[in-house]
Every structure is written in structure tokens, then in C-alpha cells.
């Protein structure tokens, strides 16, 4: 039996397989970025990959949490406009 690694979604708090969500990571300096592959190195946080998450993501301000600072709005309109066009409803 092959173990299956589960994360949760920093903005509904559903546990689901990582490879489900989308992972978001920071690196050293504190840039953060999607990461589309999960292998980039840094702290990763973890949404479902629908568009109602990540407007609760950006209304929570989940990513100040996951991430333990300040999160530009940018970094959110990323997330929303990466999903408005991959997101599954």
C-alpha cells in the first residue's frame, strides 16, 4: 500500500490528497509563488483548487497565516487569476 501525503487548504480546512491542491511556497528572501509541479524548495501552503477557496483564502488572508507574514494582494489576484482559468467550479 503506497502512502498518499494529505494537506490542508489554508482557506476551508478540507484535508485532501496533496496533489489536489494547489501549493503555494516562499522562498528565502520571502518571494512567494505558485508552485504548479510541488517540488520548488521554501515553506509551502495549500488551497483547493476551486475559486470559492480562493476568495476565502484572500478574504481570511489564509497566505499571513500559512506563511507567518504580511502577504501583498497581488500574491492573491495570482491565485484567483491562475484558478479563473485552471479552477474546477
Do not use: W
Not at 37 to 52: D, E, H, K
Not at 68 to 86: S, T
Amino acid at each position: 500500500m503506497k502512502f498518499i501525503p494529505e494537506r490542508t487548504c489554508l482557506a476551508c480546512g478540507r484535508k485532501a490528497n496533496k496533489a489536489d491542491l494547489l501549493r503555494l511556497t516562499r522562498d528565502q528572501s520571502g518571494n512567494i509563488a505558485l508552485d504548479l509541479r510541488q517540488r520548488l524548495p521554501g515553506r509551502g501552503a495549500y488551497v483547493c483548487r476551486t475559486l470559492a477557496c480562493a476568495a476565502l483564502l484572500q478574504k481570511k488572508k489564509g497566505l499571513h497565516h500559512g506563511f507567518h507574514q504580511p502577504v501583498p494582494n497581488a500574491v492573491y489576484e495570482n491565485v484567483l487569476k491562475f484558478l479563473r482559468e485552471h479552477a474546477s467550479p
